[in-house]
């Protein structure tokens, strides 16, 4: 099993761009989860999906939109990039939610100019 | 005052110490988990506990519930232990709230 796996690992973009942070999971996990881990701070919760179909938002979703069409897959996108998204970005998953051991994937660093 | 706090922030210590790493928290909790993130940024979950405490291997964590705080322990300490230890707790809410984390080194 792979896991969790994120792409890309490292992004450079500029004020405006857009992007989509790719994550999947083989686990067949109900639960996915993107988080940002800024200096200084703890983990802050973007958006969560509760399964297919079904996504929510966290603490910080401003900026940022989700979908999840599969189980697998759970991608997060960046309309209009700004400085304040630089940070380094966390996928997680789990079976049932945030009682259950959480998996991360291996994080994507964003610098936003 | 942030929800979670740990402490300390930094820690560093000579390989074979004991070290113990301290989370209080201010919230109604039904679990608290502690994570390791490595130096090449990767999070692994090292345990989920509600009550009392549990080991693996050179690793204990303990949590009182009444007074709110939970700790992790590594024994006999080792360079690989280097890494910062993240506290999170699953409130009341089902939310996740996570600690700044706690910096590890442990020199040869």
């Known amino acids: 099993n792979a896991g969790v796996t994120q792409t890309p690992k490292f992004q450079v973009l500029k004020t405006g761009q857009s992007m989509t942070l790719q994550c999947a999971q083989d686990?067949?996990?109900?639960?996915m989860s993107w988080y940002r881990q800024d200096p200084g701070m703890g983990l802050r919760l973007i958006h969560y999906s509760v399964g297919a179909g079904i996504t929510d938002q966290g603490e910080v979703p401003n900026g940022y939109n989700v979908s999840r069409s599969t189980t697998e897959d759970f991608p997060l996108r960046l309309l209009s990039a700004a400085p304040s998204q630089t940070s380094v970005y966390f996928c997680a998953s789990s079976y049932g939610g945030v009682g259950e051991t959480q998996y991360f994937g291996p994080g994507t660093r964003l610098l936003v100019l | 005052k942030n929800e979670v706090e740990q402490s300390p922030q930094n820690l560093t210590a000579q390989e074979g110490e004991f070290i113990t790493i301290n989370c209080s928290y201010s919230v109604g909790i039904s679990a608290l988990h502690w994570l390791q993130q490595h130096p090449g940024g990767g999070i692994v979950s090292l345990f989920m506990?509600?009550?009392g405490k549990k080991k693996h291997g050179r690793l204990i964590a303990t949590i009182n519930i009444q007074e709110k705080h939970s700790s992790l322990h590594i024994t006999a300490s080792h360079p690989r232990d280097s890494a910062v230890y993240i506290c999170a707790v699953r409130t009341n809410t089902d939310k996740l709230i996570f600690g700044t984390g706690t910096r590890l080194q442990v020199f040869p």
């Open positions: 686990m067949n996990h109900e639960y």
């Open positions: 506990l509600s009550s």
